[in-house]
């Protein structure tokens, strides 16, 4: 009797369906969803589930998460989002923020502001920040996050999860925290997402001071904290030339 390598026919697409709604609720939910999580939310028995999250793993459209518990996005799935985001880029913008990186040899990061979300759109390819999704889950531990909260002034403090001793919880402090964004044009973390990493962000604004992107340096907490004022001044100096740069073409 002869044999196939392929599942029986009508079962696929169903599998695949299945997949690929296993990875919408991963990227609604956020890093950390549980595999009991996804089961409850998408109405797939706890076996089919687990199979499904396993074989996604496997094939790195999913990872687990190391400090935190269940699943986030995976490098494949990275990889297609950055395909798509690298065109939103303008070769000038690249090569503004390609500079700073040679000036500065820190970690240089660009990302998206715009609609209250944020997403990379320049990662350093030497230097790989958290995933998109660690980052927007967990705005209050990053200075990019800070950035785009201090730019909301009708944030409501959703999940404050401790991700190191030295990240805010208190909303009263992330606030005297944004407070200070908004004064100085300028957030800072050191620590707060990761122990080895801190970082400084500055924000990009349109003509009309819409906030779209932000540009961070980052590296070890104390390097970052001692960052000179000349430094400083040549992030500044790049922000506000990408401001010209990117204009409407950040989305």
């Keep these: 009797m002869a044999t196939t390598d392929h599942p029986p026919a009508g079962r696929q697409p169903a599998a695949i369906r299945s997949a690929l709604t296993v990875l919408e609720q ?14 409850t939310a998408l109405g797939l028995s706890p076996a089919t589930t687990y199979r499904l999250v396993n074989l996604l793993v496997a094939e790195e459209y999913l990872v687990r998460l190391p400090d935190l518990r269940g699943f986030a996005l995976g490098r494949k799935v990275v990889e297609l989002a950055g395909a798509v ?12 923020v390609a ?45 990019l996050g800070k950035l785009l909260l201090a730019n909301q002034a009708d944030w409501r403090p959703a999940d404050l999860r401790r ?4 990240t805010l919880r208190k909303p009263e402090a992330l606030e005297r925290e944004l407070d200070r964004v ?63 740069l990117l204009h409407r073409t950040v989305t």
């Design 26 to 39: 991963v990227a609604r939910a956020g890093p950390g969803v549980t595999a009991r999580e996804l089961s």
């Design 85 to 96: 985001a690298d065109s939103a880029v303008p070769a000038g913008a690249a090569d503004a």
């Design 163 to 166: 991700l190191t001793p030295r």
């Design 99 to 143: 500079e700073l990186r040679s000036r500065v040899r820190l970690a240089v990061h660009l990302a998206s502001l715009r609609h209250g979300r944020l997403r990379m759109l320049d990662p350093d390819p030497d230097h790989p920040p958290s995933p998109d999704a660690v980052l927007a889950r967990h705005l209050h531990a990053s200075a």
């Design 182 to 244: 908004r004064g100085d044009q300028v957030a800072r973390q050191f620590g707060e997402l990761r122990t080895d990493r801190g970082c400084v962000a500055m924000p990009v604004r349109d003509q009309d001071g819409t906030l779209i992107a932000g540009l961070a340096v980052s590296g070890s907490p104390d390097r970052i904290a001692a960052l000179s004022p000349a430094v400083l001044q040549l992030v500044e100096h790049c922000a506000t030339n990408l401001a010209h």
